[in-house]
């Protein structure tokens, strides 16, 4: 199946903790999102990569960081992790940093 | 001012009714504007995109956009409680073409 997938499904753990979101597609293209969605449902961007590139990088805690070893990955890693960061995170892509984004299935992380 | 605002609803119309969902957001460059469904507990799903003023129309759903007006409108016809969703705005624009999102129309269907 093409698509863009994300792992793991859930996400459970205690506050301080460190853990680490991945993210494939295989549509081919070139530009890769993080976007979190809050318990109000609010979407937001994070961070958006153009080629492995970084080319938006929102108001995030550096706790916070992407990084994409080739185009079709875009993996999360989160440091100390503290209550206010559980929610659902989604990676997507698009074609390029015109076309609308393909959304994965969602994290649900979960800090306790 | 939100960047992308949109009325949180819920929006409750009955089966075989026109739903009519809005958006107004702020900046004027904006070229692109996109509406998504998501489904409880899914991720959100494009159903349409529309770059210039007037009506695009796809099936049951045709979206709409004043650009002067800055508004974007998604309207549903024939409504059905498979639609029941939460319809999400958003805008494409300014720097790095960053894409912006509403906070999202809760729509229920009642048969």
């Known amino acids: 199946d093409t698509a863009v997938s994300q792992t793991p499904k859930y996400l459970v753990t205690q506050m301080g903790n460190d853990k680490s979101i991945k993210c494939e597609q295989n549509?081919?293209?070139?530009?890769m999102y993080w976007y979190k969605q809050d318990s109000k449902k609010f979407l937001k961007i994070m961070f958006s990569?153009?080629?492995?590139?970084?080319?938006i990088n929102e108001t995030v805690p550096n706790r916070f960081s992407p990084k994409s070893p080739d185009k079709a990955h875009l993996n999360l890693h989160i440091n100390s992790l503290e209550l206010g960061d559980s929610a659902v995170y989604f990676c997507?892509?698009?074609?390029?940093?015109?076309?609308?984004?393909?959304f994965g299935p969602g994290t649900r992380l979960t800090v306790l | 001012q939100k960047e992308v605002e949109q009325n949180s609803g819920p929006l409750s119309v009955p089966e075989g009714a026109i739903a009519s969902l809005n958006c107004t957001y702020s900046?004027?460059?904006?070229?692109?504007f996109f509406w998504y469904r998501q489904y409880s507990g899914k991720s959100p799903e494009l159903i349409m995109s529309i770059y210039s003023n007037g009506d695009k129309e796809d099936g049951r759903f045709t979206a709409q956009l004043n650009k002067a007006s800055q508004y974007v409108s998604l309207l549903i016809r024939d409504s059905q409680p498979s639609d029941s969703a939460t319809y999400l705005c958003a805008v494409r624009g300014g720097g790095y073409n960053k894409l912006i999102f509403g906070a999202g129309t809760r729509l229920a269907v009642h048969p």
């Open positions: 997507a892509s698009s074609q390029d940093n015109r076309d609308p984004p393909l």
């Open positions: 549509l081919g293209h070139d530009t």
């Open positions: 990569y153009n080629n492995k590139e970084l080319i």
């Open positions: 900046d004027r460059g904006s070229q692109s």
